[in-house]
């Protein structure tokens, strides 16, 4: 059965126990992301964005683990109780990842090929498309596709800059043409430019392959060029969600319009950052789960605050 | 390749050079600077065996003028590099008149059997364990077993030699007490004699192994360690691929690096630090040769020694420098970044 | 990683060492037996009372000592057929223990003092003119006869054995005597250095006789210049036909080409293999002593010196039975030995073990440093030191302490008893009050700390010992500790043997301990050590003068004109001596020990304490006999 | 769901604006409570005490030749008709010293000189490892010239040679020497790591935002080599007592004042192990395990600590 949500996220928390209590990083949160759609989740550093993309790929490191919830991929397979061994299968094919470190994500003594390759060997199962004439006409497609010339077919990943190391990223995640990818800060740690180039490229991306993005990250503006929808997240809470042109024009919950308030001019390089403790201390209070969400317009939905 | 270009090989050659240059300079002087006189002291010597020398002044005056004690040290010196250049080392002070490079011709090549045996056993069998002890899907019980093994390495060598010594060639009798082969074989590349090598071998490589493998094990998993906390890794983990894999292409391949490093440095290390092992097993080696050319201030054999071991040093950097980029395509030859 | 699984490794290895270190204890066994014993009774017969000796078979239960697997017994032993001797059997070979290494095995020039000629080569291979006795103090013929001087010491006539060849078939004769005489005039001072200087000029008055023209009188030309007096002989004669084509630069012929048959000496075994930590010979069966009548050939068939490593891997290899005759071990290694191999036995059945070798150990002090110039301190010294105690801790009981600088052999009884009657010999034991006195009549007096101190400055004694000896260093810490006891604030610092030469040439030195190889059947050479002057090569670093010297000196000189053994020197060594104890530059402490195991599992007829037919050293060349006389077991 | 319900109040409600990293922990939650790192600290602490206890209530002179009876067996057991006493209650050895006073000098003394030689070593292999790596030019060439040199010369010769040259080596004066030979590698292994973390992204970051080139090195770097300097410490004290372990066996360094280098020298040229008598050989040995064991733990906990992900590998 295939549904218009191509992953819905119900009721996920994160945990990291530690002897004397358990500390939540994600905290029961819920939403889904349409096909051909790009959900932006948004908020400070810590809010627990990047623990809840790593639940949902189940990359958290130890001690953190799953509390409760669920995840379902195309509405029929619930990924957190899948067997270790079938979810590797889902993995890549269906559920690829852009890495945040723009610098590290590409391992420094393999050439870019052969990482391209590598993803696909692991799960392509037509034999026809494992040959080595076919791996490569697929790899130098992807890095058309991307933008890329041809030479970086055959470079190490010093050898590229790091917008180039991104598009790479891309072109190594949607090369199995997978349902939803989640790009974890894609663009932190490059300039100005090399950000809209990036930016653009997953657009094109999406446009020409109908891949959905699950697209992280506390860039404001950058949001606003991409996303079709947002959340925001806040201490592991979403406390506002909606399509990014209601919720930035009309923010509702008093902790998105802190963060709009505090968001850096374009050309200023730094983390987006809340600097009222005090404000934020306010509404805290209420972050008491079960939340309960008030729908101030269609599909714009926010947390009781007071 | 990393932008390997003329100048910086004639720069890089240059600076080997210099270095081997220095290097020796310092083995000259460190020589001679201990107290007594090597001449003097060996007939002296060669009195306590065989009892009071006639007209052992005489003697001693003669052999200071052979072995050219009595130039000025700058003479010497100047003559010890002009000779070391061409690999003349003269002869032996303590065993004249045998040339030097016909016991490091001698020497030379059983050390660098048990070193070269040694270093390649510990690598592969320490990265190994290392790799599997730093894995977070090795099993439990595994992972229990194999610091026990560790404790090898708290052993002091000389004991490990000792103790292998008292329980396999002397209670138990399955390999010999000493030597480097037995009397009944023919030296020479046929098989009895290869397999008698080994065997006499074995317990020489066993007891600097236990020592050498545990350093390895440890820095693998420091190694590994370091790297799993790289975006690449979990770059991989993401993309479903074969868990072995992973570890290989992704961690091992990276951590190998360094290790690497370390294995051809350890190299001469490792010749000249068997004095022990070789002493206990009476293994015909470089580190005897080495240390009792320093015993009986043997300054011939101590330079030339020490200049075969800084040659190999000296020779394995250079190589190290010269080859990195192409095993770690990060390292560049201009200086460390692309 | 689980600490109690390391912690339970760490038990596990320890109690696995306990146990191997356990199990070293040899088995035993309690078995019964029939033996037969003689019994003396008192009888009455006849009316009268008889002492009679019965023997009787009583039944005895003793505890035995199991040994490792005994070795076969097979009725016949196999034997090697001549030809492949290479291949002799074990019970044909003997194996010595080689003490050295070398790098280049290959070369057999006798006069190369550091060569390899202990490991086979004088043993086996060169035969020397005339051996030394060391209880008897005469000089036995080899292949010399006799050797005789005329009245003034100038001119020594030497006589050789009829019939002696060397091993190509040559005749050994005057000729290759003279010849090497001549080679060493020309060689000096690289080889043959003393014949050089004493010998004029060699003649050959027949085949067998050559007369030698001193430069000077000489009473020691034969014992010194051609007998095996220590180690060997100095000056091997070696065959014109090969040496001849190498007079101009006979250090450099390595005399070793196995086509030709080099090296050739005129002994009954050949070179058959080596490496440098091992030589084999083999024996030659057309050995001339057999045909000239002179000895039977030698029983064993091969000879194999092997270097093992430290003295574990020796014993190890003797328990084996892969050694016959070892060299220098420690009592408890002996002890271990011979409770896992009884077959093992030494010079003495009970303690010492050992025989004593040539070179008793003393204290030497630098008699210029500011402190130690003083002579009664020193002789406190000489009152604060406990032979005994060292001789127990040091040696664990395997020498003897000394009493005088001399070796203690039975050839220097008559010198040695005559220093004890004038009561110049040393005391065995301390005497630390005497000593403190002494010190204290000198202005010392102790301190907060116990050390004594004068005028701000502490008495203190540096003993440098020798760090390749382990026994020269042990003995070093028990005088250290023994000086501690009196008052003085000394302490041991070990070098390596080239370092501490240096340091003892250092005007800072303060004493070490010392060894004297010195005279073995006459005190002359003793003495002359301290005399300063020539000879002085081991002492000197006393740095001995005054006027106590200059009449040592003297009194020395005056001996060197006896020829040793001579009872006429007995007097004006006791006289000398006198002034050596009056200045007490160095102060005697021990014999020092050799304690030799050796193997009766293949061979029998060693030499020990009661079949002396020589010493025991196998690597002398006096091994000549030992290797004649050597039986095989049963 | 209700006990992790009620949890999740506490949770948040302390400070939730910085989520859950500046709550107040108690030690035992600390990152420094590991299990190895306190296991070893504590054995190696325990030993240390123990040996400083002994210090002060074993006479020391039974540590000197002579001052026992010889071959005595440890307490309770017997060896050739002797039986061991309360009086030297883990026997002598055959030149009568105190196994036990041997022991409580010699172990503290080694540790000692061997962790004072390891810090020094490292220090001097940091400062040098950084400087090369990080600012490269002349700087690099120099500090690689210095250890390639230095390295290539043999240690034994050296130490040796200084040994004997030096009238008497003093605690410090050893382990000075002892870290002539440990600086090479840290230094190799320091330039090694700074050159390739020189390019990751964090360190680029802090160069674009202009910060000074120590200011990098201490809070960018230095943290991501934590268990580099650490392993390195530990390692490098293991590697000089090691070192003088071995010199001492060799009959190098042997002074009046015992050491357990000492002691198994005298053990293996008297053949302690031939002659069955374990204790003298196999104590020091035992501690000397002990030691390097501890230190070892201490590593790989500290590695830990440096590394939460190694916890559970």
């Known amino acids: 059965m295939t549904t218009d949500q191509v992953m819905t996220i119900q009721n996920l928390s994160v945990e990291y126990p530690t002897p004397e209590r358990t500390v939540f990083a994600v905290n029961d949160i819920s939403f889904e992301i349409k096909r051909g759609e790009i959900l932006g989740l948004i908020g400070e550093s810590g809010s627990g964005k990047t623990t809840a993309a790593n639940a949902i790929l189940r990359?958290?490191?130890?001690?953190?683990?799953?509390?409760?919830?669920?995840?379902?991929?195309?509405?029929?397979?619930?990924?957190?109780?899948?067997?270790?061994?079938?979810?590797?299968?889902?993995?890549?094919?269906?559920?690829?990842?852009?890495?945040?470190?723009?610098?590290?994500?590409?391992?420094?003594?393999?050439?870019?090929?052969?990482?391209?390759?590598?993803?696909?060997?692991?799960?392509?199962?037509?034999?026809?498309?494992?040959?080595?004439?076919?791996?490569?006409?697929?790899?130098?497609?992807?890095?058309?596709?991307?933008?890329?010339?041809?030479?970086?077919?055959?470079?190490?990943?010093?050898?590229?800059?790091?917008?180039?190391?991104?598009?790479?990223?891309?072109?190594?995640?949607?090369?199995?043409?997978?349902?939803?990818?989640?790009?974890?800060?894609p663009t932190s740690a490059l300039d100005v430019i090399t950000q809209r180039v990036v930016a653009q490229t997953l657009l094109d991306i999406r446009d020409r392959l109908g891949i959905s993005v699950l697209l992280i990250g506390h860039d404001i503006a950058l949001m606003a060029q991409l996303a079709d929808r947002i959340a925001v997240m806040y201490d592991g809470h979403i406390v506002e969600a909606g399509p990014v042109t209601e919720v930035l024009k009309s923010p509702a919950h008093p902790y998105t319009r802190m963060l709009m308030d505090s968001m850096p001019s374009l050309l200023e390089r730094k983390p987006l950052v809340v600097v009222d403790e005090a404000a934020k201390l306010e509404f805290s209070h209420y972050l008491k789960p079960p939340l309960r969400f008030v729908e101030v317009a269609p599909g714009h939905r926010v947390a009781q605050f007071d | 390749?990393?932008?390997?270009?003329?100048?910086?090989?004639?720069?890089?050659?240059?600076?080997?050079?210099?270095?081997?240059?220095?290097?020796?300079?310092?083995?000259?002087?460190?020589?001679?600077?201990?107290?007594?006189?090597?001449?003097?002291?060996?007939?002296?010597?060669?009195?306590?065996?065989?009892?009071?020398?006639?007209?052992?002044?005489?003697?001693?005056?003669?052999?200071?003028?052979?072995?050219?004690?009595?130039?000025?040290?700058?003479?010497?010196?100047?003559?010890?590099?002009?000779?070391?250049?061409?690999?003349?080392?003269?002869?032996?002070?303590?065993?004249?008149?045998?040339?030097?490079?016909?016991?490091?011709?001698?020497?030379?090549?059983?050390?660098?059997?048990?070193?070269?045996?040694?270093?390649?056993?510990?690598?592969?069998?320490?990265?190994?364990?290392?790799?599997?002890?730093?894995?977070?899907?090795?099993?439990?019980?595994?992972?229990?077993?194999?610091?026990?093994?560790?404790?090898?390495?708290?052993?002091?060598?000389?004991?490990?030699?000792?103790?292998?010594?008292?329980?396999?060639?002397?209670?138990?009798?399955?390999?010999?007490?000493?030597?480097?082969?037995?009397?009944?074989?023919?030296?020479?590349?046929?098989?009895?004699?290869?397999?008698?090598?080994?065997?006499?071998?074995?317990?020489?490589?066993?007891?600097?192994?236990?020592?050498?493998?545990?350093?390895?094990?440890?820095?693998?998993?420091?190694?590994?360690?370091?790297?799993?906390?790289?975006?690449?890794?979990r770059l991989a983990e993401a993309k479903g691929l074969n868990p072995f894999y992973t570890l290989y292409r992704y961690k091992v391949r990276n951590a190998l690096l360094p290790q690497l490093t370390g294995l051809a440095l350890s190299l001469s290390g490792l010749i000249a630090g068997q004095v022990l092992v070789e002493t206990i097993f009476a293994y015909p080696g470089m580190g005897l040769l080495i240390f009792q050319g320093i015993r009986s201030q043997d300054y011939p054999v101590i330079q030339a020694t020490s200049y075969m071991l800084i040659l190999l040093t000296a020779t394995s950097v250079l190589l190290i420098d010269l080859l990195y980029p192409l095993i770690d395509p990060r390292i560049t030859h201009d200086g460390g970044q692309a | 990683m689980k600490n109690r699984n390391v912690l339970f490794v760490m038990l596990l290895l320890?109690?696995?060492?306990?146990?191997?270190?356990?199990?070293?204890?040899?088995?035993?066994?309690?078995?019964?037996?029939?033996?037969?014993?003689?019994?003396?009774?008192?009888?009455?017969?006849?009316?009268?009372?008889?002492?009679?000796?019965?023997?009787?078979?009583?039944?005895?239960?003793?505890?035995?000592?199991?040994?490792?697997?005994?070795?076969?017994?097979?009725?016949?032993?196999?034997?090697?057929?001549?030809?492949?001797?290479?291949?002799?059997?074990?019970?044909?070979?003997?194996?010595?223990?080689?003490?050295?290494?070398?790098?280049?095995?290959?070369?057999?020039?006798?006069?190369?003092?550091?060569?390899?000629?202990?490991?086979?080569?004088?043993?086996?291979?060169?035969?020397?003119?005339?051996?030394?006795?060391?209880?008897?103090?005469?000089?036995?013929?080899?292949?010399?006869?006799?050797?005789?001087?005329?009245?003034?010491?100038?001119?020594?006539?030497?006589?050789?054995?009829?019939?002696?060849?060397?091993?190509?078939?040559?005749a050994f004769n005057a000729d290759d005597v003279v010849f090497t005489v001549q080679m060493f005039q020309a060689a000096a001072p690289d080889m043959g250095a003393d014949v050089a200087r004493w010998t004029a000029s060699a003649e050959k008055i027949d085949d067998l006789t050559v007369q030698f023209n001193l430069t000077a009188p000489n009473p020691r030309f034969q014992l010194d210049l051609w007998s095996v007096k220590i180690w060997g002989d100095r000056n091997s004669i070696v065959p014109e036909h090969i040496w001849k084509d190498y007079l101009d630069a006979p250090m450099e012929f390595t005399n070793y080409d196995p086509d030709k048959g080099w090296p050739v000496f005129t002994g009954p075994y050949k070179v058959a293999a080596f490496t440098s930590n091992e030589w084999v010979y083999i024996r030659d069966d057309n050995w001339w002593g057999v045909a000239a009548g002179f000895d039977d050939l030698p029983v064993p068939k091969r000879l194999i010196w092997t270097h093992y490593g430290t003295e574990e891997t020796r014993a190890s290899a003797a328990i084996n039975n892969e050694l016959d005759a070892m060299a220098n071990t420690t009592k408890g290694a002996f002890e271990a030995i011979a409770a896992r191999n009884p077959n093992f036995i030494t010079w003495?059945?009970?303690?010492?073990?050992?025989?004593?070798?040539?070179?008793?150990?003393?204290?030497?002090?630098?008699?210029?440093?500011p402190i130690w110039s003083d002579p009664d301190l020193r002789k406190a010294v000489n009152l604060a030191v406990n032979r005994e105690q060292i001789v127990t801790i040091a040696y664990e009981g395997t020498s003897y302490p000394s009493k005088s600088h001399f070796v203690q052999y039975g050839a220097m009884d008559k010198y040695i008893n005559a220093l004890e009657a004038a009561g110049l010999a040393a005391s065995p034991t301390a005497d630390p009050e005497a000593a403190k006195a002494l010190i204290e009549s000198k202005g010392w007096a102790l301190n907060a700390k116990g050390w004594y101190e004068k005028d701000g400055q502490v008495l203190t004694l540096e003993i440098l010992t020798m760090e390749e000896f382990q026994e020269i260093r042990r003995i070093g810490d028990v005088v250290a500790e023994q000086l501690r006891k009196v008052g003085i604030d000394s302490q041991t610092r070990v070098l390596g043997f080239f370092p501490l030469l240096g340091a003892m040439g250092e005007d800072t030195a303060q004493s070490a301990i010392w060894f004297l190889c010195g005279g073995v059947n006459e005190p002359y050479v003793s003495l002359n050590s301290f005399h300063g002057g020539e000879g002085a090569v081991q002492g000197g670093s006393e740095r001995w003068t005054g006027p106590n010297w200059e009449a040592y000196r003297q009194a020395v000189d005056l001996l060197a004109g006896f020829a040793p053994g001579d009872p006429a020197s007995i007097q004006p060594t006791v006289d000398a001596y006198r002034y050596l104890i009056e200045d007490m530059p160095n102060i005697p402490l021990t014999q020092a020990s050799q304690l030799l195991p050796l193997n009766t599992t293949y061979w029998t007829n060693w030499p020990t304490v009661d079949n002396p037919y020589t010493y025991p050293a196998t690597w002398t060349q006096n091994a000549h006999l030992i290797i004649h006389n050597l039986q095989p077991a049963k | 769901m209700t006990a992790a319900t009620s949890n999740r109040l506490s949770s948040t409600l302390p400070s939730p604006a910085s989520g859950y990293q500046d709550v107040k922990l108690s030690f035992k939650h600390s990152p420094w409570y590991n299990g190895k790192l306190l296991a070893g600290a504590s054995v190696l602490g325990l030993l240390v005490l123990g040996l400083l206890v002994g210090h002060s209530v074993w006479d020391q002179e039974l540590a000197y030749v002579g001052s026992s009876p010889l071959n005595l067996p440890p307490v309770g057991l017997e060896y050739k008709g002797q039986v061991g006493t309360w009086a030297h209650p883990l026997g002598t050895e055959n030149a009568g010293r105190d196994m036990l006073a041997l022991i409580i000098i010699g172990a503290p003394r080694s540790l000692l000189i061997g962790f004072t030689a390891a810090i020094i070593g490292l220090v001097v292999g940091v400062l040098l490892g950084f400087s090369a790596g990080y600012l490269g030019g002349r700087v690099d060439d120099v500090v690689r010239l210095a250890t390639d040199i230095t390295m290539n010369i043999p240690?034994?010769?050296?130490?040796?040679?200084?040994?004997?040259?030096?009238?008497?080596?003093?605690?410090?004066?050893?382990?000075?020497?002892?870290?002539?030979?440990?600086?090479?590698?840290?230094?190799?292994?320091?330039?090694?790591?700074?050159?390739?973390?020189?390019?990751?992204?964090?360190?680029?970051?802090?160069?674009?935002?202009?910060?000074?080139?120590?200011?990098?090195?201490?809070?960018?770097?230095?943290?991501?080599?934590?268990?580099?300097?650490?392993?390195?410490?530990?390692?490098?004290?293991?590697?000089?007592?090691?070192?003088?372990?071995?010199?001492?066996?060799?009959?190098?360094?042997?002074?009046?004042?015992?050491?357990?280098?000492?002691?198994?020298?005298?053990?293996?040229?008297?053949?302690?192990?031939?002659r069955g008598m374990w204790w003298w050989w196999a104590l020091p040995t035992a501690v000397l395990i002990m030691i390097f064991m501890c230190l070892l733990l201490i590593a790989v906990g500290m590695d830990e600590v440096a590394n939460p992900r190694l916890r559970d590998a």
């Open chain 3, 348 to 369: 003495t059945d009970g303690l010492p073990y050992a025989w004593q070798d040539p070179c008793p150990r003393y204290l030497l002090i630098n008699t210029q440093h």
């Open chain 2, 1 to 233: 390749m990393g932008g390997l270009t003329i100048r910086y090989l004639m720069r890089r050659i240059g600076i080997y050079l210099f270095t081997v240059f220095a290097s020796a300079t310092l083995v000259f002087l460190i020589a001679r600077a201990t107290p007594g006189d090597p001449v003097e002291s060996r007939w002296r010597q060669i009195e306590m065996d065989q009892g009071q020398i006639p007209e052992i002044e005489a003697i001693i005056a003669r052999y200071k003028t052979r072995f050219g004690l009595d130039d000025p040290l700058s003479v010497q010196y100047v003559k010890y590099l002009g000779n070391t250049a061409r690999f003349d080392f003269g002869y032996s002070f303590s065993q004249f008149p045998t040339p030097v490079w016909r016991l490091i011709r001698r020497a030379l090549p059983w050390s660098l059997g048990l070193s070269v045996t040694t270093l390649l056993i510990s690598f592969f069998v320490g990265n190994t364990v290392g790799a599997i002890f730093a894995w977070e899907r090795t099993p439990r019980f595994i992972k229990s077993i194999i610091p026990s093994t560790l404790i090898f390495t708290s052993v002091p060598s000389v004991l490990a030699a000792l103790f292998l010594l008292y329980v396999f060639a002397m209670l138990l009798r399955w390999f010999p007490l000493a030597g480097a082969y037995s009397r009944d074989v023919q030296p020479g590349w046929n098989w009895p004699f290869i397999l008698d090598v080994i065997k006499y071998g074995t317990l020489p490589v066993l007891s600097i192994l236990i020592v050498n493998v545990g350093w390895t094990v440890l820095g693998m998993r420091a190694m590994l360690v370091t790297i799993a906390g790289e975006d690449y890794v």
């Open chain 3, 14 to 170: 320890v109690s696995l060492g306990l146990l191997v270190a356990c199990t070293t204890e040899p088995e035993t066994v309690v078995e019964t037996v029939i033996e037969q014993v003689e019994v003396t009774r008192i009888v009455e017969k006849e009316g009268e009372t008889v002492v009679e000796t019965v023997v009787q078979e009583v039944e005895v239960t003793r505890v035995v000592e199991v040994a490792p697997p005994p070795e076969p017994t097979a009725a016949p032993l196999p034997e090697t057929p001549p030809g492949q001797y290479q291949n002799a059997l074990r019970h044909e070979t003997v194996f010595f223990d080689a003490s050295v290494t070398h790098g280049d095995p290959a070369n057999f020039n006798p006069w190369i003092l550091d060569n390899v000629r202990d490991v086979g080569l004088h043993q086996a291979m060169i035969e020397p003119l005339f051996i030394l006795n060391y209880e008897t103090g005469t000089i036995d013929p080899y292949l010399g006869l006799s050797m005789e001087p005329n009245a003034t010491f100038d001119v020594w006539t030497l006589k050789l054995r009829d019939g002696v060849k060397w091993s190509d078939g040559e």
């Open chain 4, 155 to 274: 240690g034994l010769l050296v130490l040796i040679i200084i040994q004997s040259a030096l009238p008497r080596a003093g605690f410090f004066t050893m382990a000075l020497l002892l870290s002539l030979f440990s600086w090479q590698g840290a230094t190799r292994v320091f330039r090694a790591q700074v050159l390739s973390m020189k390019q990751s992204g964090y360190v680029l970051m802090a160069r674009l935002s202009g910060s000074s080139p120590f200011d990098i090195m201490f809070k960018e770097i230095m943290p991501n080599l934590m268990p580099y300097l650490v392993s390195n410490l530990t390692f490098g004290t293991s590697y000089s007592i090691l070192t003088m372990v071995g010199m001492e066996v060799l009959g190098l360094g042997a002074q009046r004042i015992p050491s357990l280098g000492v002691t198994l020298n005298n053990a293996i040229s008297a053949s302690a192990i031939l």
């Open chain 1, 59 to 185: 990359l958290l490191e130890r001690p953190g683990r799953v509390a409760g919830g669920q995840v379902w991929l195309n509405g029929e397979t619930e990924l957190l109780s899948l067997p270790e061994h079938e979810f590797r299968q889902l993995r890549w094919s269906e559920l690829a990842l852009v890495s945040q470190g723009a610098m590290n994500s590409l391992n420094p003594t393999m050439r870019v090929r052969d990482q391209i390759a590598d993803g696909i060997r692991a799960h392509e199962t037509n034999p026809a498309a494992l040959t080595k004439r076919a791996l490569q006409a697929r790899i130098h497609e992807l890095l058309t596709m991307v933008g890329l010339p041809d030479r970086v077919y055959r470079v190490y990943p010093h050898e590229l800059s790091g917008g180039m190391k991104q598009r790479v990223g891309i072109a190594m995640a949607v090369a199995l043409s997978p349902a939803l990818v989640i790009a974890d800060e």
